[in-house]
């Protein structure tokens, strides 16, 4: 524990050295913004109707991971810039060298390399549910048993506890920080590593929506970013995700029925 008694977020962000809090910040919206551009041109470039199924080759596979990669971290950048921030407050007052922006950096890389690894899964459950005649051309399930499966199993996820405890990780960044302290570059990168997998623990079940609204539908994706996001961040966002699980398990429920 690097800082004694856990400290208050909000006085540690604020007490962070401006120029320390624009870098971080400006870093991260760019990153952001740049992925969200890349989304854009590619599902600008794919009118409804217009899109052929592709043969998987692997270019195309490679396309499609490069893809799923990009969306990860323009999805799940905004939710963990809290705790980057956090972190680097945390490792200025901890560390004797006065430059957190290095560790900061290999933080942040630690956490992206596990939703890269993910976008590897993501890539390969497209190929095979493409395989299995299971999806459109517009990477949306044209199944509606599988449909249903995916919104009800989100659903259930909600109520797990695993869900509860990666959630938890998410949602106390002082905590997660200093109960994982390591210090150094390798240290932190081997932090965001832990903290990646936090929050894959709590948010993949989720992504599998992305076959239901659209992998390319911007609306849909946006969606699922900013309940990810209000679930980490917000005082009741875990019993509020617990809600938003019942109306899935219904849903799911309805649509099977149907």
């Not at 899109?51 to 905004?78: C, D, E, K």
Request: proline share 5%; glycine share 10%.
């Amino acid at each position: 524990h690097p800082l004694g008694k856990a400290p208050d977020p909000m006085q540690l962000i604020k007490a962070m050295p401006r120029r320390d809090f624009l870098t971080i910040g400006i870093s991260l919206g760019g990153v952001t913004l740049l992925s969200w551009l890349y989304l854009f041109s590619m599902a600008s470039g794919m009118p409804m109707g217009a899109m052929q199924i592709q043969p998987w080759s692997a270019n195309y596979f490679l396309m499609m991971f490069l893809m799923w990669a990009i969306m990860m971290v323009g999805m799940m950048l905004p939710s963990v810039a809290p705790t980057v921030l956090i972190y680097a407050a945390i490792a200025r007052k901890a560390t004797t060298g006065n430059t957190p922006i290095a560790p900061t950096g290999a933080f942040v890389s630690g956490y992206v390399v596990i939703w890269i690894a993910f976008s590897l899964f993501a890539t390969t459950a497209q190929w095979g549910l493409d395989q299995a005649a299971l999806l459109s051309p517009m990477m949306v399930s044209n199944s509606v048993g599988l449909g249903a499966v995916l919104i009800a199993t989100a659903g259930v996820y909600q109520w797990l506890p695993i869900k509860d405890r990666c959630l938890q990780q998410c949602r106390s960044p002082v905590d997660f920080i200093t109960s994982h302290w390591r210090t150094g570059m390798i240290g932190a990168f081997r932090m965001g590593l832990s903290h990646g997998i936090f929050c894959l623990g709590c948010c993949w079940v989720l992504m599998g929506l992305l076959f239901v609204g659209g992998v390319m539908n911007l609306l849909w994706i946006a969606a699922i970013t900013l309940f990810v996001l209000l679930e980490k961040i917000l005082p009741l966002g875990d019993a509020g995700g617990r809600v938003i699980g019942l109306l899935m398990i219904a849903t799911g429920a309805v649509i099977a029925l149907i």
